[in-house]
């Protein structure tokens, strides 16, 4: 007598048919201290340029680096908050609260330097 599967072993073929959803064209990382002011501005001014002008196609790390003090090495953070640009390549650092917003789209190579 032949054997039935259940009906629902066939769910990852479901899966499988959907397409992978893609990277995030820009991946940031923004290394914080505390809940400063200065902190706090900048994760607001990142924030807002990042719904403004990336319209959802990024991926944002706001690391602290009070609970997470190993990270400022390996990353090199001498001030913060610094914004890392890791991809799309090059990388770029921005240090600051990031209220220049031309100068924060200069550095994610959304517009041309100005002279």
Known sequence: MPTMKPPDSDATTDQAAAPPPSPPAFVLRLYVAGATPKSVRAIANLKRICKEHLQGNYSLEV???YQRPQLAKGE???AV????KALPLPLHRM???L???ERVLVGLDLQGKTK
């Open 81 to 84: 908050p610094t914004l890392i």
């Open 95 to 97: 240090i600051g609260t």
């Open 76 to 78: 090199q953070i001498i």
């Open 63 to 65: 690391i602290d680096l």
């Open 99 to 101: 209220s220049d917003t």
